[in-house]
């Protein structure tokens, strides 16, 4: 079956960096638009970064440009979120979505906890 499973979350202090992984397999990752988001409590899942099936295209929200990086690697079936200079306001529970526009379709992985505080 088609699985996406997030890793990397944990505690860090407002500052310092994580390095998050999502692990697709189930489907034909390289054609597929990879994409992180994240959800605090109370709020609207949000789009943070997003990258072409190529890798060469990317996007990212204003509030976390020039700080995270996304990337991936399609021989490993892999996306990244590289975080930098994190703040309280980043944390959210993370979550990689694999998107495809024809056939429209969409699979969403399980999440992990991001959570900058000292």
């Known amino acids: 079956e088609v699985q996406l499973v997030e890793s990397g979350g944990g505690l860090v202090q407002p500052g310092g960096s994580l390095r998050l992984s999502c692990a697709a397999s189930g489907f034909t990752f390289s054609r597929y638009d990879m994409t992180w988001y994240r959800q605090a409590p109370g709020k609207e899942r949000e789009l943070v970064a997003a990258?072409?099936?190529?890798?060469?295209?990317?996007n990212y929200a204003d509030s976390v440009k020039g700080r995270f990086t996304i990337s991936r690697d399609n021989t490993k079936n892999t996306v990244y979120l590289q975080m930098n200079s994190l703040k309280p306001e980043d944390t959210a529970v993370y979550y990689c979505?694999?998107?495809?526009?024809?056939?429209?379709?969409?699979?969403w992985g399980q999440g992990t906890q991001v959570t900058v505080s000292s």
């Open positions: 979505k694999a998107e495809s526009r024809w056939p429209q379709l969409g699979y």
């Open positions: 990258i072409s099936s190529s890798g060469r295209g990317t």
